[in-house]
Structures are given as structure tokens and as C-alpha cells.
């Protein structure tokens, strides 16, 4: 028998996973002036993430945009980001994950500063 896991599976084991990441958080992608976002159909103030899966051949490419906490190590931070979406799909899916491209597009403040 041979089961098939949807892209918005895998779309949530990232986020889940990168939500448990201490020092950084998913970057909102960037929308296009008089863009619709999901929804209703009308304008809101939810902003897609920037993540993007794409499955090819069995095995699995993220790339994802992250703003990091001001301070924080960016290269130790994106292998763990690297390592733990891959760790986490391959464990839970049994897929292969060819990449995890990690784009760091903005730095924040310190939660408290």
C-alpha cells in the first residue's frame, strides 16, 4: 500500500518545527502591491510565511526565509534550522529531504528589550 502526504503536511512539520526554534521566527513573505491574501477574499492583515516545499522524485526541498533574534549566531542557527526540518520530515514521513535552503531576510529584537 502506498500512501501519499500532501505538500501542506510537510508545510506544517516546518512550521511546527521551526516554531519550536528558539531565537527566530518564519519571515512573512513578501506580497505585491494590491495583492490578495488568503482568506476571505478580502485584504487582511495575515501574511503568508515564507516557506516554500516542493517535491520532486520522492524527495523533499524547503526553502525558507527566517528573521533572526539581533544577537544570535546566524550560520550555527540556520545548520540547526537545516538539520532539525530534515530531521523531523525524514523521521515522520519517511521521505527523503534533498535541502533545506534557509534564507536569513531580516534580523528582530530580543523578546523584553
Same mark, same amino acid.
Given at each position: 500500500m502506498e500512501v501519499d502526504i500532501s505538500k501542506n503536511v510537510?508545510? #506544517?512539520?516546518?512550521? %511546527? %518545527?521551526? #516554531?519550536?526554534?528558539e531565537g527566530l521566527e518564519v519571515a512573512t513573505a513578501p506580497i505585491k502591491v494590491g495583492e490578495v491574501l488568503? +482568506?476571505?477574499g478580502a485584504r487582511t492583515a495575515r501574511r503568508p510565511k515564507s516557506l516554500k516545499v516542493t517535491r520532486e522524485e520522492g524527495a523533499v526541498t524547503f526553502d525558507v526565509g527566517v528573521n533572526v533574534e539581533?544577537?544570535? @549566531? /546566524? $550560520? @550555527? /542557527?540556520?545548520? #540547526? $534550522?537545516?538539520?532539525?526540518? !530534515?530531521?523531523?520530515?525524514? /523521521?515522520? !514521513? +519517511?521521505?527523503?529531504?534533498?535541502? =533545506? @535552503?534557509?534564507? =536569513?531576510? +531580516? /534580523?528582530t529584537l530580543p523578546r523584553g528589550a
Open positions: 510537510l508545510y #506544517d512539520i516546518a512550521c %511546527t %518545527t521551526l #516554531d519550536r526554534i488568503r +482568506g476571505s539581533y544577537g544570535r @549566531n /546566524l $550560520v @550555527n /542557527l540556520s545548520a #540547526d $534550522v537545516q538539520r532539525a526540518i !530534515t530531521e523531523n520530515v525524514e /523521521l515522520m !514521513t +519517511g521521505l527523503k529531504v534533498r535541502a =533545506v @535552503n534557509v534564507v =536569513v531576510q +531580516g /534580523l
